[in-house]
């Protein structure tokens, strides 16, 4: 099940991401927020629902949320931060 949520994050990052970005590009505004609310989404996504699954004590859903959680960390990190707010400074 860890790999399961491995790519069910991978899955949901790469097409809210796809629409965060697309909905910043087309903002005639500043793209800032569009930016910050896809990164605020992607981390209640991966980290929240993990731990929440984590606390249910199934070993499937144990599984499944620590696979999130690892998502959420994986692509933070091969991302170099991107629309996982840990790099603000690309939003600026």
Do not use: D, E, H, Q
């Not at 790469?14 to 605020?40: C, D, N, R, V």
């Not at 070993?59 to 996982?84: K, N």
Request: a positive charge.
């Amino acid at each position: 099940m860890l790999f399961a949520g491995l790519a069910i994050y991978s899955l949901l990052n790469a097409i809210i991401g796809f629409f965060i970005f697309f909905a910043a590009m087309g903002a005639t505004g500043s793209p800032t927020p569009y930016l910050a609310a896809g990164a605020a989404l992607l981390a209640l996504v991966g980290l929240g629902a993990g731990i929440g699954l984590c606390f249910v004590r199934k070993p499937w859903s144990r599984g499944l949320g620590l696979g999130l959680m690892i998502g959420w960390a994986l692509w933070s990190i091969l991302s170099a931060g991107i629309c996982t707010g840990i790099n603000p400074s690309l939003y600026g």
